[in-house]
């Protein structure tokens, strides 16, 4: 079982930038592939990007402008969001799994955090 908790989100002005943290409880955090989602309101949940291992993949709507990173020792996994639009507006959930799959489905991830607000105003 993991648990995972989001922190780091809040509001920001268009071009600012924050990092969001996902603290996972459990002893084999670093077996996990550990996934970034946003849900804007009336949208579906849309994938933001990955980290397996060493390994990144980023959205096209994200890419160059957000970055994933991990520390296993502390069991946190990391988004930092730079170059904000108004449109990456969204509750932000990170999700661990291993299961088969591309990394952007969700039916890939086992675990999955409460959610958190990010709020980019232009």
């Known amino acids: 079982q993991v648990q995972l908790v989001e922190s780091g989100g809040g509001l920001v002005q268009a071009g600012g930038s924050l990092r969001l943290s996902c603290a996972a409880s459990?002893?084999?955090?670093?077996?996990?592939?550990m996934g970034w989602f946003r849900q804007a309101p009336g949208k579906e949940r849309e994938f933001v990007g990955a980290?397996?291992?060493?390994?990144?993949y980023y959205a096209d709507s994200v890419k160059g402008r957000f970055t994933i990173s991990r520390d296993n020792a502390k069991n946190t996994v990391y988004l930092q969001m730079n170059s904000l639009k108004p449109e990456d507006t969204a509750v932000y959930y990170c999700?661990?799994?291993?299961?088969?799959?591309?990394?952007?489905?969700?039916?890939?991830?086992?675990?999955w955090g409460q959610g958190i607000q990010v709020t980019v105003s232009s």
């Open positions: 999700a661990a799994g291993g299961g088969l799959g591309s990394y952007s489905y969700t039916g890939k991830y086992n675990y």
């Open positions: 459990g002893r084999t955090f670093s077996n996990y592939d």
């Open positions: 980290i397996s291992w060493g390994d990144t």
